[in-house]
C-alpha cells in the first residue's frame, strides 16, 4: 500500500502536522491499518526531498511542524491515482501453491487440504461480516475496507469450490478413461536393433 | 433442547444400481436465535436437507424434530398444520403468486391457516412495515424489484410468529447489495428469536451466519468454529 500517495493526497485538502496526517490516515482506512508515527515522518522527510511536499517551517521540528503540497506533488497524486496498479502477473500465491504441491504429493487427499482452507477462508469472512452487522458503526470508508476484504476472500474461496469440482471431474475422467499402454521396462536406444 | 435437530439422517433415491445416496446420516442441531449456512456445491445435497428439515420430503433412516416434536409421530394433516404454523420457506425466485399484491401474499399463509382475512391483512401489514416495505404493500410482484420481492418473501415466511425459517439460495438472483440486505433481514429475524438455515453456495451469503456447515456427497464434512467479538477481531488484524 502507498503511504507516500496516501499522505499526498490528505495534503492536497490543505496544509497537515505529522500526527494529524497519521490520525486521518488511520480514520480513512477503517483504523485496519495502523500506522506509526516513525513512518510518517520518514514518508514526509522523503516526500520533502523529492520537492512533492514542502514543510511551514524550517526551523521548528517534531509534532508542531507543518507540511503543504506541492505543485509537483499535485501532479503525482493525480498521476498516481489514474496509473493501475501493476496486476499484469499472477502473483505467487500461497494458497495457489499449497493446492498444487498437495496435487503432486503421495498419500495425501487434495480434498481434504482444500477444505481446511476453505473453512480458514469462510470464518475469516464471517469475522469481517460481524463488522458490517452494526450498520451504525460503519461509515463508509470502512464499509468500502471491509468489502474489500470480504470480495477477496470470496474470490479465493470460489477458486478453491472450482479447484475441487475440477479435481473430482478429472478423478471421474481418469477412472473412465482407456488405460493407457503400459510403459517399456526400460528405454530403447534409438536405433538399436530389433 | 435445539429448535430444529435432524438425527442421523440418511435419504436414497432410485434403487439397485440406480440408487444415490443424497444425504448420509446427517446430524444438525439449530437452536432459536440463531442461523446456520449450509454450503456446498451443487449436488452436494443441501437443498435435499432442507425439504426433510421442513417436513415437505420424508428421509429414508434418521429422525427430524421441530420445536420438540418430532415429524415421524405426525400425521400428513399433522405436518402440514406444523408447516403452516411454524416453517417459513424462502427460495430463490421468491415464489410469490403473481395475481396478489405484496399485502395479499403475505397474508395468504394467515388466512390458509384460519386467520380472518381482515386481521390477516393487518398482521401482514405490520410485517411488510418491519421490513421497510409499507408503501409497497398494494404492489403487485411484477411492480417490485428483485430485492423488494425477496423482502416481501421474507416478510411471508416470518409472519404470524412462525420459528423456522428455511432459505436455498436466498439471495441467488440479486446482486451483493440486495443480497446484504436480504441477510441483514434474515440475521434480524434470527435475533427475534428465529431458527434459521439457509443453504447457498455463496460464501459471502454464508458468512452472515453463526455457523456454517459444510457439506460433500452428502455428508457433513466440516464446520467453523464459532467467532470472536468484532473488537478482538479487530485489534488482531490492526496487530498484524
Known sequence: MSVRHALLALLSEGPKYGLQLRQEFESRTG??????VGQVYTTLQRLERDGLVESDDVSEEGPQKGFHITEEGAVELAQWLRTPPDFSSPPRDELVIKVLVALGLPGVDVHEVVQLHRRYLVE??????????????LDLNFALVVDAELFRLDSLIRWLDTADGRLKRAAGEAVLAPQPFPLPKARRRVGAPE | MSYLELRGISKMYGDGATEVRALDRVDLAVDAGSLVAVMGSSGSGKSTLLTI????EDPTSGEVSIGGRSLSSLSRNGKAQLRRQSIGYVFQDYNLLAGLSAVENVSLPLELDGVAARKAQVVALESLEDFGLADRASHYPDQLSGGERQRVAIARAVVGGRQLLLADEPSGALDSTNAESVMRLILAACHRGLAAVVVTHDAQLASWADRVIFLRDGRIVDQTLPVVSPETFLADVRNQ
Not at chain 1, 483504523?31 to 506509526?36: A, D, Q
Open chain 2, 53 to 56: 428439515a421442513g417436513s415437505l
Open chain 1, 124 to 137: 475469516l469472512m464471517q469475522q469481517w461480516t460481524r463488522l458490517k452487522e452494526d450498520e451504525s458503526r
Open chain 1, 31 to 36: 483504523e485496519v491499518w495502523p500506522l506509526n
